[in-house]
């Protein structure tokens, strides 16, 4: 009987102790993402850091990966609206 009391209460004990130590559901983890696109930030910019192609235009070939990068920032918007954190991290490949 009294063997049984012990381990009832280390039952309850456990329980309690888990319940306390564990993270409140109310935390939102913060989630860090990296994007990597082909941006070529590298050939649209010399050594003195000036725009090498005229104004109001874009090297074509740097169009896939800026709408890579414009999608992600899309579905990053919807995730804010559903109130999840993200942290966007792009990096030039």
Do not use: H, W
Not at 21 to 45: E, M, N, T, V
Not at 82 to 93: F, G, S
Request: glycine share 4%; aromatic share 16%; proline share 8%.
């Amino acid at each position: 009987m009294k063997g049984r009391f012990y381990f009832l209460l280390f039952i309850v004990f456990c329980s309690k102790t888990q319940l306390t130590l564990a993270q409140p559901s109310s935390a939102k983890q913060l989630f860090r993402i990296g994007l990597f696109a082909p941006l070529y930030l590298d050939s649209a910019f010399d050594k003195n850091s000036t725009y090498r192609f005229p104004p109001k235009s874009f090297p074509k070939y740097s169009t896939p990966g800026l709408e890579l990068v414009e999608g992600a920032f899309l579905a990053l918007d919807t995730l804010n609206k559903l109130k999840v954190p993200i942290e966007l991290i792009v990096i030039d490949t």
